[in-house]
């Protein structure tokens, strides 16, 4: 697919709307959400920075291809999006569509796990219904690529309405330029005829979180993508995806696996697909991780000689979809009179504005946490000082809002417990935690605490490799746990891993996509 080709390629459409939902917490995404980290429309969608537009943008541009950009819109992940949020954005993206033809391809950039609130029992399958409107509009001889995010719920709607489906590589997430890079050149592929692209989806019910699911290093699901992406390149096989499925969703059908596209083959993509499934459920019990209460994660750090030592709440991961509010390992470093330096965030707004209201140096009294989303626990009392106040404005540094801005909303730096040695990061929104720059933003070194309270499976790995002396995965109340086999799924029926170990007789379920 590198060969330049002779056939000029005219216009493409290129559009995103990216994001991750969670049916079990978080709040429900307005049109807000998205304003608050990229919403683009027109012109500015070509000054795309980062993240698989940019990627795809710059493939479009080298090969002189003209990019008809549709709406790009992305943001952090949350509960469903709104009925007038998904009304909006998709009203918006098929307009925008319409007005662009006559097209010679469509690219899109998906996460492939969002859902809409709908009108019946179950909601709606935003990438879907994406696909499947475009493919109305467009037609069946218009090629349409999507990229997703490597926890995609791939679904029949995606497979039959797409030429080609092409996710993400790596967890944590540092190849999203990459792969819209990937993306764009297999729609130009197939535009100069130098493939045909078949593919075929094969899933196991495997619904496990991502703690244990990097691509590098010894963890199972590296091992499932190094293998995948060793079929790429030989006998016709153009793309490999490996899929750990984002298991807050309540989706009928979901599932884990492999998705192969081949040139022209599909009974090599039904069995190499298959295959990828086999060995996938293989692993399953591999991407369960161990885990430890917050007092027994501070516990055994104490006797970690230096720090930082990380604990990993991954049940209030904003990235996963949560509100972002629980205070459970910030009570328990407070109730553990913990002498050394600790590094903690929480979401809430009416703590926030009461740290803003009393001004620097103030001694405060606050009910903090659990507002937001009250499921999962109560607040707690802290009392403290407003060490530093800020607008909450942020630059992220890497992923798919590499060098975009964001903000968290006024936010206070409170230090509370003993000494005031727990110094808590107080925010007015949630944001997506991809390294540490919130705490930078509010000039904290992380380096310099015993204990750091990360709020994600994966990329505290990257954000604090080099200086983390030990990372202790917590089992804490929330939406988003490091472990769903106490989850009740009521629209993933029949049996599925963890809630069921065995399950006799199990075949990988297919899907196969659209025949050229």
Not at 51 to 76: D, F, I, R
Not at 162 to 188: K, N, S
Request: neutral net charge; proline residues 7%; aromatic residues 6%.
């Amino acid at each position: 697919m590198s060969g330049s080709g002779a056939k000029k390629i005219g216009r493409i459409a290129i559009g995103s709307v990216l994001t991750e939902c969670n049916q079990f917490g978080g709040l429900p995404i307005e049109i807000e959400r998205f304003e608050q980290y990229e919403y683009r429309r027109g012109a500015a969608v070509l000054q795309t920075p980062g993240g698989p537009v940019a990627g795809m943008l710059g493939v479009l541009k080298e090969a002189g291809a003209t990019a008809v950009p549709l709406v790009v819109a992305a943001t952090g992940p949350g509960g469903p999006l709104t009925k007038a949020c998904w009304a909006r954005l998709r009203d918006e993206l098929l307009a925008d569509l319409k007005a662009a033809l006559p097209v010679e391809g469509v690219l899109l950039a998906l996460h492939g796990s969002a859902v809409a609130e709908g009108d019946g029992h179950v909601d709606v399958d935003v990438e879907g219904e994406i696909l499947k409107a475009a493919r109305a509009i467009v037609g069946p001889a218009i090629p349409i690529v999507a990229t997703l995010d490597l926890h995609a719920h791939v679904t029949e709607a995606m497979v039959a309405n797409a030429d080609a489906l092409i996710a993400w590589e790596t967890y944590p997430h540092v190849d999203t330029l990459e792969t819209g890079q990937r993306g764009a050149r297999m729609l130009l592929a197939i535009l100069r005829g130098e493939c045909r692209p078949t593919m075929a989806m094969a899933k196991v019910p495997v619904l496990t979180s991502g703690v244990r699911g990097a691509t590098i290093g010894d963890d199972p699901f590296a091992d499932l993508m190094r293998h995948a992406k060793s079929l790429e390149g030989r006998d016709g096989v153009l793309s490999t995806s490996v899929f750990l499925v984002h298991p807050y969703l309540d989706m009928p059908d979901m599932g884990s696996g492999g998705l192969v596209i081949t040139d022209g083959d599909m009974p090599k993509a039904v069995r190499l697909a298959e295959d990828l499934a086999v060995r996938y459920w293989a692993r399953r019990k591999d991407l369960e991780p161990p885990t430890w209460t917050p007092a027994e994660a501070i516990a055994r750090g104490l006797k970690v000689a230096g720090g930082p030592v990380l604990l990993v709440e991954t049940a209030d991961c904003n990235g996963g979809g949560a509100a972002g509010d629980s205070v459970a390992t910030i009570k328990a470093l407070v109730e553990a009179n913990v002498a050394e330096p600790a590094l903690a965030m929480v979401v809430d707004p009416e703590a926030a504005r009461a740290c803003h209201a009393a001004g620097v140096g103030a001694a405060v009294t606050l009910q903090v946490g659990h507002k937001l989303d009250p499921r999962w626990g109560k607040p707690t009392t802290l009392r403290g000082r407003v060490e530093k106040l800020s607008d909450g404005k942020f630059q992220y540094t890497g992923g798919v809002w590499g060098g975009t801005w964001s903000s968290m909303g006024p936010t206070a730096l409170l230090a509370c417990g003993a000494a005031g040695n727990v110094k808590v990061l107080v925010t007015t929104l949630g944001t997506y935690d991809w390294a540490d720059e919130q705490f930078r933003s509010m000039g904290l070194d992380a380096s310099t605490m015993k204990f750091v309270v990360a709020k994600n499976p994966m990329n505290y790995r990257f954000a604090y490799a080099g200086i983390a002396k030990e990372a202790l995965i917590l089992d804490t109340p929330g939406p988003t746990p490091a472990t769903v086999k106490h989850f009740k799924y009521r629209h993933r029926v029949g049996p599925w891993f963890p809630a069921d170990a065995e399950i006799p007789g199990l075949k990988p379920r297919v899907m196969r996509g659209r025949t050229p």
